[in-house]
Protein backbone atom coordinates (compact mmCIF):
# COMPACT_ATOMS: atom_id res chain seq x y z
CA UNK A 1 0.00 0.00 0.00
CA UNK A 2 1.40 3.48 -0.61
CA UNK A 3 1.32 5.89 2.40
CA UNK A 4 3.31 8.97 3.15
CA UNK A 5 6.09 8.28 5.27
CA UNK A 6 6.99 10.60 8.61
CA UNK A 7 3.55 10.69 8.63
CA UNK A 8 3.54 11.94 12.23
CA UNK A 9 4.94 15.26 10.98
CA UNK A 10 2.49 15.20 7.96
CA UNK A 11 0.02 15.57 11.26
CA UNK A 12 1.24 18.46 12.63
CA UNK A 13 -0.34 20.15 9.44
CA UNK A 14 -3.60 18.78 10.77
CA UNK A 15 -2.97 20.28 14.06
CA UNK A 16 -2.05 23.94 12.70
CA UNK A 17 -5.29 26.01 13.23
CA UNK A 18 -5.24 29.12 11.22
CA UNK A 19 -8.36 31.87 12.12
CA UNK A 20 -9.76 29.00 13.74
CA UNK A 21 -11.36 28.25 10.75
CA UNK A 22 -9.39 26.23 8.28
CA UNK A 23 -6.59 23.24 8.91
CA UNK A 24 -3.23 23.43 6.82
CA UNK A 25 -2.59 20.75 4.62
CA UNK A 26 0.39 19.43 3.06
CA UNK A 27 0.13 19.82 -0.87
CA UNK A 28 2.57 16.96 -1.12
CA UNK A 29 0.66 14.91 1.04
CA UNK A 30 -2.54 15.34 -0.33
CA UNK A 31 -1.44 14.95 -3.88
CA UNK A 32 -0.24 11.05 -2.96
CA UNK A 33 -3.62 11.06 -0.72
CA UNK A 34 -5.35 10.03 -4.09
CA UNK A 35 -3.44 6.61 -4.29
CA UNK A 36 -4.00 5.30 -0.71
CA UNK A 37 -6.68 2.67 -0.88
CA UNK A 38 -8.04 3.09 2.35
CA UNK A 39 -6.66 2.95 5.96
CA UNK A 40 -5.52 -0.12 7.62
CA UNK A 41 -6.26 0.35 11.61
CA UNK A 42 -5.13 -1.33 14.32
CA UNK A 43 -7.47 -1.41 17.63
CA UNK A 44 -5.26 -2.05 20.57
CA UNK A 45 -5.91 -3.17 24.43
CA UNK A 46 -2.56 -3.10 26.69
CA UNK A 47 -1.02 -5.61 28.55
CA UNK A 48 -2.97 -5.93 31.89
CA UNK A 49 -3.78 -8.64 33.97
CA UNK A 50 -7.08 -8.15 35.80
CA UNK A 51 -6.67 -10.83 38.42
CA UNK A 52 -3.91 -9.29 39.44
CA UNK A 53 -3.79 -5.80 39.07
CA UNK A 54 -7.60 -4.94 39.62
CA UNK A 55 -8.50 -7.99 42.06
CA UNK A 56 -4.76 -8.24 43.89
CA UNK A 57 -4.80 -12.19 43.27
CA UNK A 58 -1.29 -12.94 42.64
CA UNK A 59 -1.50 -15.91 40.86
CA UNK A 60 -0.47 -17.35 37.90
CA UNK A 61 -3.92 -18.23 35.91
CA UNK A 62 -5.32 -18.02 32.46
CA UNK A 63 -8.91 -16.59 33.08
CA UNK A 64 -10.44 -12.79 33.71
CA UNK A 65 -10.64 -12.25 30.40
CA UNK A 66 -13.76 -10.79 28.18
CA UNK A 67 -14.06 -10.57 25.06
CA UNK A 68 -14.21 -6.29 23.87
CA UNK A 69 -17.70 -6.40 22.01
CA UNK A 70 -17.59 -2.71 21.65
CA UNK A 71 -14.50 -3.25 20.10
CA UNK A 72 -16.26 -5.80 17.70
CA UNK A 73 -18.77 -3.15 16.32
CA UNK A 74 -16.23 -0.47 16.12
CA UNK A 75 -14.39 -2.77 13.60
CA UNK A 76 -17.44 -3.67 11.94
CA UNK A 77 -18.38 0.06 10.90
CA UNK A 78 -14.76 0.37 9.44
CA UNK A 79 -14.87 -2.28 7.31
CA UNK A 80 -18.03 -1.56 6.01
CA UNK A 81 -16.64 1.74 4.71
CA UNK A 82 -14.07 -0.06 2.92
CA UNK A 83 -11.41 0.79 5.88
CA UNK A 84 -9.40 -2.87 6.90
CA UNK A 85 -9.12 -3.10 10.59
CA UNK A 86 -7.38 -5.75 13.52
CA UNK A 87 -7.66 -6.03 16.73
CA UNK A 88 -4.73 -6.29 19.03
CA UNK A 89 -6.29 -7.74 22.03
CA UNK A 90 -3.38 -7.88 24.71
CA UNK A 91 -4.33 -9.34 27.92
CA UNK A 92 -5.54 -12.65 26.28
CA UNK A 93 -3.09 -13.25 23.87
CA UNK A 94 -0.79 -12.74 26.99
CA UNK A 95 1.06 -9.78 24.80
CA UNK A 96 3.62 -7.28 26.43
CA UNK A 97 4.92 -4.04 25.38
CA UNK A 98 7.14 -5.59 23.36
CA UNK A 99 5.00 -8.08 21.57
CA UNK A 100 2.63 -5.45 20.96
CA UNK A 101 5.37 -2.81 18.91
CA UNK A 102 6.91 -6.04 17.24
CA UNK A 103 2.99 -6.84 16.02
CA UNK A 104 2.53 -3.70 14.85
CA UNK A 105 5.54 -3.49 12.86
CA UNK A 106 4.56 -6.59 11.10
CA UNK A 107 1.36 -5.57 10.46
CA UNK A 108 2.10 -2.04 9.37
CA UNK A 109 -0.67 -0.38 10.20
CA UNK A 110 -1.67 3.51 9.19
CA UNK A 111 -3.46 4.28 12.28
CA UNK A 112 -3.49 2.91 15.74
CA UNK A 113 -6.13 2.98 17.84
CA UNK A 114 -6.12 1.99 21.98
CA UNK A 115 -9.26 1.48 24.30
CA UNK A 116 -8.26 2.90 27.77
CA UNK A 117 -9.97 2.26 30.92
CA UNK A 118 -9.10 4.35 34.45
CA UNK A 119 -7.89 0.75 36.03
CA UNK A 120 -5.59 0.47 32.55
CA UNK A 121 -4.62 3.93 32.35
CA UNK A 122 -0.71 3.46 33.12
CA UNK A 123 -0.20 0.49 31.29
CA UNK A 124 -2.45 2.36 28.45
CA UNK A 125 -0.08 5.55 29.01
CA UNK A 126 3.08 3.41 28.93
CA UNK A 127 2.29 1.44 25.27
CA UNK A 128 1.30 4.79 23.79
CA UNK A 129 4.26 6.60 24.03
CA UNK A 130 6.35 3.25 23.14
CA UNK A 131 4.17 2.90 20.08
CA UNK A 132 5.09 6.41 19.15
CA UNK A 133 8.76 6.22 19.93
CA UNK A 134 8.53 2.98 17.48
CA UNK A 135 5.99 3.90 14.95
CA UNK A 136 5.73 6.96 12.87
CA UNK A 137 1.63 6.91 12.68
CA UNK A 138 -1.43 8.65 14.09
CA UNK A 139 -2.93 7.27 17.58
CA UNK A 140 -5.74 8.20 18.88
CA UNK A 141 -7.84 7.00 22.20
CA UNK A 142 -11.10 5.84 23.02
CA UNK A 143 -12.85 4.15 26.09
CA UNK A 144 -13.59 5.60 29.75
CA UNK A 145 -10.44 7.26 30.01
CA UNK A 146 -10.98 9.57 26.61
CA UNK A 147 -13.76 11.69 28.95
CA UNK A 148 -10.76 13.45 29.85
CA UNK A 149 -10.28 14.76 26.73
CA UNK A 150 -8.72 17.97 26.77
CA UNK A 151 -6.37 17.19 29.68
CA UNK A 152 -5.53 13.86 27.87
CA UNK A 153 -4.17 15.50 25.18
CA UNK A 154 -2.39 18.96 27.05
CA UNK A 155 -0.50 15.97 29.24
CA UNK A 156 0.26 13.43 26.96
CA UNK A 157 1.56 14.73 23.48
CA UNK A 158 2.30 11.12 21.99
CA UNK A 159 -1.49 11.39 21.60
CA UNK A 160 -3.22 13.14 18.36
CA UNK A 161 -6.93 12.79 18.85
CA UNK A 162 -9.15 11.51 21.68
CA UNK A 163 -12.93 9.94 20.64
CA UNK A 164 -15.04 10.72 23.19
CA UNK A 165 -18.18 9.29 23.68
CA UNK A 166 -19.98 6.95 20.78
CA UNK A 167 -17.48 6.59 18.09
CA UNK A 168 -18.63 4.64 14.98
CA UNK A 169 -19.71 7.35 12.96
CA UNK A 170 -16.60 10.02 14.22
CA UNK A 171 -13.73 6.85 13.67
CA UNK A 172 -15.44 6.64 10.23
CA UNK A 173 -15.51 10.41 9.48
CA UNK A 174 -11.94 10.71 10.98
CA UNK A 175 -10.46 7.55 8.81
CA UNK A 176 -12.09 9.22 5.99
CA UNK A 177 -10.55 12.31 6.41
CA UNK A 178 -6.81 11.13 6.97
CA UNK A 179 -7.20 9.27 3.80
CA UNK A 180 -7.71 12.03 1.60
CA UNK A 181 -6.05 14.99 3.30
CA UNK A 182 -9.38 16.55 4.42
CA UNK A 183 -9.92 18.76 8.01
CA UNK A 184 -10.92 17.45 10.84
CA UNK A 185 -12.72 20.46 11.82
CA UNK A 186 -16.41 19.25 10.94
CA UNK A 187 -16.08 15.77 12.62
CA UNK A 188 -18.11 16.05 15.73
CA UNK A 189 -16.83 13.60 18.61
CA UNK A 190 -13.30 14.54 18.25
CA UNK A 191 -10.63 15.80 20.16
CA UNK A 192 -7.26 17.14 18.75
CA UNK A 193 -4.12 19.23 19.69
CA UNK A 194 -3.38 22.24 18.32
CA UNK A 195 0.32 23.05 19.15
CA UNK A 196 -0.78 23.31 23.21
CA UNK A 197 -3.87 23.78 22.64
CA UNK A 198 -6.78 20.54 22.35
CA UNK A 199 -9.23 21.60 20.04
CA UNK A 200 -12.87 20.12 21.17
CA UNK A 201 -15.44 19.51 18.09
CA UNK A 202 -18.46 18.73 21.06
CA UNK A 203 -20.39 15.60 21.52
CA UNK A 204 -20.50 12.71 19.11
CA UNK A 205 -23.07 12.08 16.86
CA UNK A 206 -24.82 8.83 18.24
CA UNK A 207 -26.08 5.78 16.63
CA UNK A 208 -30.37 6.17 17.32
CA UNK A 209 -31.40 3.26 15.09
CA UNK A 210 -29.06 0.52 16.43
CA UNK A 211 -30.29 -1.97 13.84
CA UNK A 212 -28.52 0.38 11.55
CA UNK A 213 -25.03 -1.07 12.66
CA UNK A 214 -22.87 -3.57 10.99
CA UNK A 215 -23.19 -6.82 12.68
CA UNK A 216 -20.00 -7.44 14.66
CA UNK A 217 -16.78 -8.60 13.44
CA UNK A 218 -16.89 -11.78 15.65
CA UNK A 219 -13.96 -12.98 12.86
CA UNK A 220 -11.35 -10.80 13.77
CA UNK A 221 -11.13 -12.75 17.41
CA UNK A 222 -10.22 -16.28 18.07
CA UNK A 223 -12.99 -16.91 20.89
CA UNK A 224 -10.62 -19.97 22.14
CA UNK A 225 -8.68 -17.21 23.73
CA UNK A 226 -11.29 -15.96 25.95
CA UNK A 227 -11.64 -17.15 29.42
CA UNK A 228 -13.68 -15.68 32.76
CA UNK A 229 -13.22 -15.72 35.75
CA UNK A 230 -14.10 -19.77 37.61
CA UNK A 231 -17.92 -20.10 37.63
CA UNK A 232 -19.01 -16.79 35.75
CA UNK A 233 -19.77 -19.21 32.52
CA UNK A 234 -21.17 -22.70 32.09
CA UNK A 235 -20.14 -23.18 28.55
CA UNK A 236 -16.85 -21.94 26.64
CA UNK A 237 -16.22 -20.57 24.59
CA UNK A 238 -18.36 -17.27 25.53
CA UNK A 239 -18.74 -13.60 24.15
CA UNK A 240 -19.94 -10.69 25.37
CA UNK A 241 -22.57 -8.55 24.08
CA UNK A 242 -24.74 -5.43 24.02
CA UNK A 243 -28.17 -5.68 23.42
CA UNK A 244 -28.59 -1.66 24.57
CA UNK A 245 -26.26 1.98 24.63
CA UNK A 246 -27.34 3.81 27.66
CA UNK A 247 -29.30 2.58 31.30
CA UNK A 248 -32.98 2.32 31.00
CA UNK A 249 -33.16 3.72 34.62
CA UNK A 250 -30.04 6.04 34.83
CA UNK A 251 -30.74 6.92 38.49
CA UNK A 252 -27.81 5.54 40.36
CA UNK A 253 -25.67 8.24 41.81
CA UNK A 254 -22.51 6.28 41.92
CA UNK A 255 -22.62 5.48 38.21
CA UNK A 256 -21.45 7.33 35.14
CA UNK A 257 -25.10 6.48 33.40
CA UNK A 258 -26.74 8.55 36.04
CA UNK A 259 -24.15 11.27 35.50
CA UNK A 260 -24.78 14.42 32.76
CA UNK A 261 -22.54 12.38 30.40
CA UNK A 262 -24.87 9.35 30.52
CA UNK A 263 -25.51 8.11 27.13
CA UNK A 264 -29.38 8.25 26.11
CA UNK A 265 -30.85 5.09 25.97
CA UNK A 266 -31.31 2.49 22.72
CA UNK A 267 -31.72 -1.04 21.90
CA UNK A 268 -31.65 -3.04 19.74
CA UNK A 269 -34.71 -4.99 18.56
CA UNK A 270 -34.72 -8.66 19.87
CA UNK A 271 -34.77 -9.86 16.14
CA UNK A 272 -30.88 -8.16 15.64
CA UNK A 273 -29.97 -9.32 18.66
CA UNK A 274 -30.94 -13.37 18.23
CA UNK A 275 -29.61 -12.69 14.27
CA UNK A 276 -26.10 -11.81 15.92
CA UNK A 277 -26.09 -14.47 18.51
CA UNK A 278 -27.16 -17.13 16.22
CA UNK A 279 -24.35 -16.27 13.47
CA UNK A 280 -21.47 -16.19 16.14
CA UNK A 281 -22.85 -19.32 17.56
CA UNK A 282 -22.94 -21.29 14.19
CA UNK A 283 -20.19 -19.68 12.15
CA UNK A 284 -17.37 -18.78 15.29
CA UNK A 285 -18.55 -21.39 17.56
CA UNK A 286 -19.29 -19.49 20.65
CA UNK A 287 -21.80 -21.89 23.12
CA UNK A 288 -22.50 -18.86 25.87
CA UNK A 289 -23.40 -15.43 25.54
CA UNK A 290 -22.79 -13.02 28.54
CA UNK A 291 -25.57 -9.59 28.13
CA UNK A 292 -23.31 -6.75 29.50
CA UNK A 293 -26.59 -4.21 29.25
CA UNK A 294 -26.79 -2.18 32.58
CA UNK A 295 -29.99 -3.56 32.56
CA UNK A 296 -30.99 -6.82 30.20
CA UNK A 297 -34.21 -8.22 31.79
CA UNK A 298 -36.01 -5.23 31.19
CA UNK A 299 -39.45 -4.72 29.39
CA UNK A 300 -41.52 -7.91 29.56
CA UNK A 301 -42.61 -7.61 26.24
CA UNK A 302 -38.87 -7.29 24.53
CA UNK A 303 -37.81 -10.18 27.07
CA UNK A 304 -40.59 -12.00 26.05
CA UNK A 305 -39.89 -11.79 22.27
CA UNK A 306 -36.08 -12.00 22.64
CA UNK A 307 -37.17 -15.64 24.63
CA UNK A 308 -39.71 -16.53 21.75
CA UNK A 309 -37.25 -15.77 18.98
CA UNK A 310 -33.98 -17.59 20.39
CA UNK A 311 -36.16 -20.90 21.09
CA UNK A 312 -37.94 -20.48 17.41
CA UNK A 313 -34.61 -20.13 15.75
CA UNK A 314 -33.30 -23.33 17.80
CA UNK A 315 -29.81 -21.40 18.67
CA UNK A 316 -28.02 -23.65 20.87
CA UNK A 317 -26.76 -21.44 23.30
CA UNK A 318 -26.50 -20.79 27.14
CA UNK A 319 -26.38 -17.36 28.07
CA UNK A 320 -26.57 -14.66 31.19
CA UNK A 321 -27.53 -11.04 31.63
CA UNK A 322 -27.91 -7.79 34.42
CA UNK A 323 -31.31 -7.40 35.94
CA UNK A 324 -32.01 -4.65 38.29
CA UNK A 325 -34.79 -6.13 41.57
CA UNK A 326 -37.59 -3.24 41.23
CA UNK A 327 -38.02 -4.26 37.48
CA UNK A 328 -38.09 -8.29 36.94
CA UNK A 329 -40.97 -10.31 36.83
CA UNK A 330 -41.63 -13.50 37.68
CA UNK A 331 -43.22 -14.26 34.03
CA UNK A 332 -39.50 -12.66 32.39
CA UNK A 333 -37.56 -14.93 34.60
CA UNK A 334 -38.99 -18.09 34.12
CA UNK A 335 -39.15 -17.71 30.58
CA UNK A 336 -35.49 -16.49 30.50
CA UNK A 337 -34.76 -19.99 32.22
CA UNK A 338 -36.81 -21.99 29.51
CA UNK A 339 -34.91 -19.99 26.76
CA UNK A 340 -31.29 -20.92 28.12
CA UNK A 341 -30.69 -18.37 30.52
CA UNK A 342 -28.71 -20.29 33.52
CA UNK A 343 -27.70 -16.77 35.53
CA UNK A 344 -29.21 -12.91 36.27
CA UNK A 345 -26.12 -10.46 38.16
CA UNK A 346 -27.94 -8.06 40.19
CA UNK A 347 -26.62 -4.90 41.36
CA UNK A 348 -27.64 -5.34 45.07
CA UNK A 349 -25.08 -2.93 46.21
CA UNK A 350 -25.82 -2.92 49.71
CA UNK A 351 -28.37 -5.01 52.36
CA UNK A 352 -29.11 -1.79 54.26
CA UNK A 353 -32.04 0.58 52.89
CA UNK A 354 -30.96 3.63 54.16
CA UNK A 355 -27.46 3.52 51.88
CA UNK A 356 -30.15 2.48 48.91
CA UNK A 357 -31.67 5.23 49.16
CA UNK A 358 -28.78 7.86 49.45
CA UNK A 359 -27.42 6.63 46.21
CA UNK A 360 -30.80 6.28 44.58
CA UNK A 361 -30.98 2.70 43.62
CA UNK A 362 -34.78 2.45 43.06
CA UNK A 363 -35.14 -1.08 45.19
CA UNK A 364 -35.95 -1.75 48.77
CA UNK A 365 -34.72 -4.77 50.18
CA UNK A 366 -38.10 -6.52 50.42
CA UNK A 367 -37.71 -6.39 46.47
CA UNK A 368 -33.88 -7.70 46.14
CA UNK A 369 -35.23 -10.76 48.36
CA UNK A 370 -38.26 -11.08 46.28
CA UNK A 371 -36.29 -10.45 42.88
CA UNK A 372 -33.42 -13.38 44.50
CA UNK A 373 -36.37 -15.42 45.13
CA UNK A 374 -38.06 -15.91 41.66
CA UNK A 375 -34.59 -16.35 40.04
CA UNK A 376 -33.95 -19.27 42.24
CA UNK A 377 -37.06 -20.81 41.48
CA UNK A 378 -36.95 -19.99 37.73
CA UNK A 379 -33.75 -22.56 38.26
CA UNK A 380 -31.34 -20.08 37.79
CA UNK A 381 -28.39 -18.40 40.00
CA UNK A 382 -28.24 -15.70 41.45
CA UNK A 383 -24.76 -14.12 41.18
CA UNK A 384 -24.95 -10.55 43.58
CA UNK A 385 -22.66 -7.25 43.24
CA UNK A 386 -22.43 -5.14 46.37
CA UNK A 387 -20.38 -1.78 46.73
CA UNK A 388 -18.99 -1.48 50.36
CA UNK A 389 -17.65 1.79 51.92
CA UNK A 390 -20.33 3.82 50.09
CA UNK A 391 -20.95 7.29 52.00
CA UNK A 392 -22.71 6.83 55.22
CA UNK A 393 -21.56 3.06 56.04
CA UNK A 394 -20.46 1.91 59.08
CA UNK A 395 -17.88 -1.72 59.21
CA UNK A 396 -21.40 -2.79 60.77
CA UNK A 397 -23.44 -2.35 58.19
CA UNK A 398 -21.12 -3.78 55.56
CA UNK A 399 -21.41 -7.00 57.79
CA UNK A 400 -24.99 -6.49 57.88
CA UNK A 401 -24.64 -6.42 53.97
CA UNK A 402 -22.94 -9.96 53.80
CA UNK A 403 -25.41 -11.48 56.32
CA UNK A 404 -28.08 -10.31 53.91
CA UNK A 405 -26.84 -11.98 51.01
CA UNK A 406 -26.07 -15.10 53.22
CA UNK A 407 -29.86 -15.01 54.34
CA UNK A 408 -31.33 -14.68 50.75
CA UNK A 409 -28.92 -17.66 49.88
CA UNK A 410 -27.30 -15.47 46.90
CA UNK A 411 -25.18 -18.22 44.31
CA UNK A 412 -22.09 -16.26 44.09
CA UNK A 413 -21.04 -13.11 45.49
CA UNK A 414 -18.92 -9.96 44.78
CA UNK A 415 -17.85 -7.61 47.50
CA UNK A 416 -16.14 -4.71 45.90
CA UNK A 417 -15.00 -1.23 47.42
CA UNK A 418 -16.28 1.89 46.62
CA UNK A 419 -14.53 3.84 43.28
CA UNK A 420 -15.96 7.26 42.87
CA UNK A 421 -15.86 7.46 39.20
CA UNK A 422 -15.49 11.05 37.07
CA UNK A 423 -18.67 11.74 36.28
CA UNK A 424 -20.83 10.80 38.22
CA UNK A 425 -23.27 12.88 40.67
CA UNK A 426 -21.36 11.07 43.68
CA UNK A 427 -17.90 11.90 42.62
CA UNK A 428 -18.71 15.54 42.03
CA UNK A 429 -20.00 15.35 45.67
CA UNK A 430 -17.03 13.75 47.20
CA UNK A 431 -14.74 15.59 45.23
CA UNK A 432 -15.31 18.60 47.39
CA UNK A 433 -14.57 16.63 50.89
CA UNK A 434 -10.80 15.90 49.39
CA UNK A 435 -10.43 12.52 50.63
CA UNK A 436 -10.29 10.46 47.18
CA UNK A 437 -7.94 8.48 45.79
CA UNK A 438 -7.92 9.40 41.91
CA UNK A 439 -5.00 6.46 41.20
CA UNK A 440 -6.92 3.09 40.51
CA UNK A 441 -5.45 0.43 43.07
CA UNK A 442 -7.67 -2.27 42.35
CA UNK A 443 -11.56 -2.91 43.57
CA UNK A 444 -10.55 -4.70 46.58
CA UNK A 445 -8.71 -1.58 47.68
CA UNK A 446 -9.98 1.62 49.56
CA UNK A 447 -10.02 4.50 47.02
CA UNK A 448 -12.52 6.42 49.69
CA UNK A 449 -12.76 5.55 53.42
CA UNK A 450 -16.59 7.18 54.61
CA UNK A 451 -17.01 8.84 57.94
CA UNK A 452 -18.18 5.78 59.25
CA UNK A 453 -14.47 3.99 59.05
CA UNK A 454 -11.94 4.65 61.16
CA UNK A 455 -9.27 4.63 58.09
CA UNK A 456 -8.56 2.54 54.94
CA UNK A 457 -7.04 -0.40 56.97
CA UNK A 458 -10.32 -0.92 58.75
CA UNK A 459 -12.02 -1.03 55.55
CA UNK A 460 -9.65 -3.57 54.22
CA UNK A 461 -10.20 -5.64 56.76
CA UNK A 462 -13.96 -4.87 56.72
CA UNK A 463 -13.86 -6.46 53.30
CA UNK A 464 -12.11 -9.38 54.30
CA UNK A 465 -14.35 -10.20 56.58
CA UNK A 466 -17.64 -9.69 54.47
CA UNK A 467 -15.20 -12.53 51.91
CA UNK A 468 -15.62 -14.74 54.85
CA UNK A 469 -18.28 -14.72 56.30
CA UNK A 470 -20.53 -15.40 53.01
CA UNK A 471 -18.12 -17.73 51.08
CA UNK A 472 -16.41 -19.68 54.63
CA UNK A 473 -20.69 -21.11 56.33
CA UNK A 474 -20.81 -24.96 55.97
CA UNK A 475 -24.21 -24.51 53.60
CA UNK A 476 -22.59 -22.81 51.20
CA UNK A 477 -19.81 -25.23 51.04
CA UNK A 478 -22.32 -28.14 51.31
CA UNK A 479 -24.05 -26.54 48.08
CA UNK A 480 -21.71 -25.95 45.52
CA UNK A 481 -20.03 -29.13 46.80
CA UNK A 482 -22.92 -30.87 45.26
CA UNK A 483 -22.89 -28.70 42.21
CA UNK A 484 -19.37 -30.46 41.01
CA UNK A 485 -20.22 -33.28 38.51
CA UNK A 486 -17.10 -33.45 36.13
CA UNK A 487 -13.43 -32.72 36.35
CA UNK A 488 -13.92 -29.32 34.53
CA UNK A 489 -16.58 -28.44 37.26
CA UNK A 490 -13.95 -29.73 39.94
CA UNK A 491 -11.19 -27.29 38.40
CA UNK A 492 -13.28 -23.96 38.59
CA UNK A 493 -13.90 -24.32 42.01
CA UNK A 494 -10.55 -25.11 42.89
CA UNK A 495 -9.55 -21.46 40.92
CA UNK A 496 -12.54 -19.82 42.88
CA UNK A 497 -11.75 -20.90 45.62
CA UNK A 498 -7.90 -19.66 45.30
CA UNK A 499 -9.43 -16.94 43.87
CA UNK A 500 -11.58 -15.87 46.93
CA UNK A 501 -8.77 -16.82 49.41
CA UNK A 502 -6.48 -14.69 48.43
CA UNK A 503 -9.26 -11.77 48.78
CA UNK A 504 -10.20 -12.82 52.07
CA UNK A 505 -7.02 -13.61 53.73
CA UNK A 506 -4.28 -12.06 51.63
Not at 471 to 496: G, T
Amino acid sequence: MIFVKSFDKKLKYYFNIVNNEQIKVDKKFKLLSRYIRHMKISFVTAPFDMVKQAYGVKREVSYGNWLPFGLTVLAGCCRQAGHKPEIVDSPPLKYTNADVIAHLKKSQPDVVGLQAAMATKEQTMQLLHEIKVNLDVPVFLGGWLASFKESLLKQNPEIDFVFVGEAEKAIVKTLNALEKGESFKNIKGVCYRDGERAINNGPGEIVENLDELPPPAWDLFDLKNYRSLPLQTKRFPAVTYLSSRGCSYARCTFCFHGGTAGPKYRRHSPERVVSDIKEVVEKYGAKEVAFWDDIFIINEKWILEFCRLLKQEKVDVAWQGYGHASFVTQKMLNEAAKAGCWGIFYGFESGNQSILDNVQKGQTLEKMSLAAKWTHEAGMDTRGSFIMALPGETPEMAMKTAQWAADNKLTFVQFLTFFPEHGTKLYEDLVKENKISEKYKGRTTPHYVPSGYKNAEEVQQTLKKMYRKFHYRPSFILKHLKRIKSLEDFKQYYEAFMYISKIAFK
